[in-house]
């Protein structure tokens, strides 16, 4: 240590480091620097060493450090409905499952137990920010600054009225209230969120293209899941759900496009023409029987495309690593073996995330300036070795399991596989509240 060394918060040793940005790097042995929760130097280990006088200090000799992961699209609240309704497609699901529950117990109090546990299960998993879509969204905010996770706040809008607000002008005025009230706080940004084409007016989504323009905005939307949507759209309006909203002049690098299964090659012509932003989440999909969403094509045509596990009601699990990995088997069983490999899959799972909620200047890559938004993967475990590619291990080989350390904005929230900020038995003493309610009904 010189006599000049700098006094900092934290100081991360790891066996490798990739930040994603440049693409298909690790650094080996190398140390991250982070004073008042910003990334300052990423730097060999022994150099790190000999420039900080650090308040903490990780050495993570066995581990992997990489941005903490982007869970680009759920529905947080929606962990206290796990496995309420399996086995179905969409609409039914929706329809004569997960609404009449959502009509008889979701209020303030379900959101906030809901998306505790849901912040809970995700911080665990090495996921460090997450862009939701529910009801309450003034309870997500809390469960978020409660944990310290960084949160992507939809401010949704549907036609029918819930506990939550009694049309679509209330619920835009309830939202943009909310946004109101905490712009500026460092770890909240806020989306417009219509729920999807078939339950959102062409007036609601004109009133939602001018406020997103006059607030600089983007608009988190499902869009093409199912099949059964187009064929309605093309009933109700005489035009599939893409051509609706290009009408509308929604299509736009504000536009988040959750799910983009079904497409014909005129519809991603246009989300390239419009810098359209896609997510994809593989696994809701599958169980739904919606469909393989054709990321590859999309990606060719450099269209941004991050990924999004939907919520545990409809995948069961809030699991970014299992997203991962079938992301990209399913890009290889489609289009081949040699695409989609293990750096474009982790870039897709954070910095393209960053990017679809317009936050890559403040995460979603470990560089200079950048919050200090990391996921630490120990990598010492038996079914981690031999360990020749950590890019491959991450993608391939580890879970969230082998998640050991996670930091936002600098500050630790799970060290050494515990909780930081949250009390895990008091969330399952919780959660097992609602269960007793539902299962009683009460």
Known sequence: MTPSALAIDTLLEARWIVPVDPPNTA???????????????????????SQFIPKQHFALKHHLIIPGLINSHTHAAMTLMRGIADDLPLIDWLKNCIWPVEKQ???????????????????KGGI????????????????AIRSGIRAAIGLISIEFPTAYATDANDYLAKGLALRD????????????????????SDST????????????????????ETHEEIANSLHDFGIRPIERLQKLNLLGSN?????????????????????????????????????????????????????????????????????????????????????????QILRMATLNGATALGIESVTGSLLVGKAADITAIDFSD?????????????????????????WVNGEL?????????????????????????????Q
């Open 205 to 224: 989504l004109s009133n939602i293209f001018t406020f997103a323009n006059q607030l600089d905005l983007p608009i988190h939307m499902h869009l093409h």
């Open 382 to 406: 038996l079914e981690l070795s031999p360990c020749f590619d950590p890019l491959s291990h991450l993608i391939y080989v580890a879970s969230r399991e082998h998640v050991s350390h996670v």
């Open 255 to 343: 536009l988040i496009a959750v799910h983009m299964v079904h497409l014909i090659n005129e519809e991603i012509n246009l989300l390239k023409l419009h810098n359209c932003n896609v997510i994809h989440c593989p696994s809701s999909n599958m169980k739904l029987a919606s469909g393989i969403a054709p990321i590859v094509d999309l990606i060719n045509q450099s269209i941004n495309v991050a990924i999004g596990t939907d919520g545990a009601a409809s995948n069961n699990r809030l699991d970014m690593f299992e997203e991962m990995r079938l992301t990209s088997l399913l890009g290889k069983v489609t289009r081949g073996a040699q695409v989609l490999p293990a750096h």
């Open 27 to 49: 650094l080996i042995d190398h140390a991250i620097a982070i004073h008042d929760g910003k990334i300052i130097a990423i730097l060999p280990s022994a150099e790190a060493l």
């Open 105 to 123: 117990w979701v209020d303030a109090d379900f959101v906030l137990a809901g998306t505790t546990l849901a912040c809970a299960e995700m911080l």
């Open 413 to 441: 929230l799970l060290n050494a596989g515990e909780l930081v900020t949250l009390n895990e038995v008091e969330i399952i003493e919780r959660t097992q509240h609602w269960q007793n309610r539902i299962t009683n009904k």
């Open 181 to 200: 009230q905490y712009l500026g706080y460092p770890n909240l940004s806020f989306c417009l969120a219509p729920h999807a084409p078939y339950t959102v």
């Open 128 to 143: 460090t920010c997450f862009n939701d879509m529910y009801f309450f969204p003034e309870k997500a905010v809390e469960a």
